[in-house]
């Protein structure tokens, strides 16, 4: 199982991002995805997940309302798309499976940098 994270990039505060996760060698049938981040000096932390067997989602406190997880199961694609990003948000995004329990998931997409500044 492989996961390619992208979409990624610099936007100023209130602007929109878009991440994508593209999983190959499975089916998302078979994969909770989760995004988790990290910035700089500090520890890893989930962001948001979307179960694979009802395509229920769940969010951290600090993403909720701004960030919306989906998925398209024909292309094997789950999408973050965030709104009104913070400085805050700042960090390198990457999606996993499973993400949507608690423990480190088993396969990994490489990470991509988002920076929101002005």
């Known amino acids: 199982v492989q996961l390619q994270a992208s979409g990624g990039g610099s936007v100023q505060p209130g602007g929109s991002l878009r991440l994508s996760c593209v999983v190959s060698g499975s089916s998302l049938d078979y994969h909770p995805i989760g995004w988790f981040r990290q910035a700089p000096g500090k520890e890893r932390e989930w962001v948001s997940c979307?179960?694979?067997?009802?395509?229920?989602?769940y969010y951290e406190d600090a993403v909720k309302g701004r960030f919306t997880i989906s998925r398209d199961v024909a292309k094997n694609t789950v999408y973050l798309q965030m709104n009104s990003l913070k400085p805050a948000d700042t960090a390198v995004y990457s999606c996993?499976?499973?993400?949507?329990?608690?423990?480190?998931?088993?396969?990994w997409g490489q990470g991509t940098q988002v920076t929101v500044s002005s």
């Open positions: 996993a499976s499973p993400g949507c329990v608690a423990g480190d998931p088993d396969y």
């Open positions: 979307i179960s694979n067997t009802d395509e229920s989602t």
